[in-house]
């Protein structure tokens, strides 16, 4: 259901599970949490599909008919899915969502964890909770508040109307929109990885309220900077 692989400095981390169009079950988000605990020292990580034409269905509705009797089950689900999401929104390095094809439900609260959203000209996304009844976690709604502002999420939430690329990027939904998301995000993924790892980490902590002036002052006296002012001086690529 999940794929973890390496290629050199960057790890995928990729929805696979074809039968179901990616729909995540309880035990799929625990898989995703274990993934990305597995990513070790990589630089940079992408988030894509490998099923084509769909990112994720979103969390298996197929479980959903249990949760309806079953106290017990529901704890399960709603944690094993909080598991997953915040695996992804707690690695130190930056993740980048590739989405070709359609994002419903859940998995646009799975994208919303990564640091950079990426849409190919066939992607579609809806948030459909109250199409079934449902709501949608509080962490998520926050995600998705501070994405694209209250008014649009509200209008996401109260809908469940689908959007295009090119509508998801008005909005700001995703940062960039482009013909194959994957290929986009292959390239920059790259280029991430080319740049000073540690300084890279000091500045997602910094977006993310985490950094501390001591530590915008001690990367002057690292050796990350020692590499990057010496190949700046020589005219060189530095060598991290």
Known sequence: MIHLTRTGNVATIALARPEAKNALPTAAWRALAAAARDVGDARAVILRSDVPGIFSAGADVREFEQLQTDPALRTEFREAMREGIEAIAALPMPVIAAIDGGC????VALILAADIRIAGKLSEFAITPARLGLGYPREDVARLEAQVGK???S????TGDKLRSDEVHKIGLVELKTAKAIDTATAMAGAIAGNAPQAIRLLKRTLHGEQTDQGFEDAFGGAEFA???AAFRARRNPVW
């Open 151 to 153: 008014g649009m999420a």
């Open 155 to 158: 209008l996401l939430l109260f």
């Open 104 to 107: 419903f439900g859940a998995a």
């Open 227 to 229: 590499e990057g002012l």
